[in-house]
């Protein structure tokens, strides 16, 4: 019996070293606020070849609209109320966004950078 316990042991110490790195290799996750009808902040910074969850917060009483042709990307997202869009991997550039509701005001973009443009 004793044997048995150590082999469990020993497979779970196992799955935890393989995992462990799993949990710091989570998805980045940015918050983006819509306040007074614009985006805060209105531009992100994020690495290139990166998944990364948006999760957008609408402290507005009216819906607002993320929209971005360039990251194919739309999403209402009720007044007091929160969205999770995730976008990427992107190769490094600028990827425009707006607010469908709100296009004058509600407008920022995304910078995808690569290590190089990301350590200059």
């Known amino acids: 019996m004793p044997k048995l316990i150590e082999r469990k042991l020993i497979i779970l110490f196992l799955v935890a070293t393989v995992a462990l790195p799993m949990v710091h290799a989570a998805t980045p ?3 983006l606020e819509i306040r007074n009808h ?3 902040p209105d531009i992100i910074r994020i690495p290139a070849n990166t998944k990364v969850k948006l999760v957008i917060f ?3 009483s009216t819906p607002e609209e993320f929209e971005s ?3 194919n990307r739309e ?3 009720m007044g007091g109320r929160k969205a999770v869009i995730f976008i990427g991997p992107l190769s490094a550039g600028e990827y425009p966004f707006f607010g469908e509701f709100n296009p ?3 407008v920022g973009k995304v910078i995808v950078e690569d290590e190089n443009d990301a350590a200059e």
Do not use: G, S
């Open 69 to 71: 042709y360039e990251l």
């Open 75 to 77: 999403k209402v997202i």
């Open 29 to 31: 996750e940015i918050v």
């Open 104 to 106: 004058q005001t509600a």
């Open 58 to 60: 609408n402290l507005d």
């Open 38 to 40: 614009l985006f805060e």
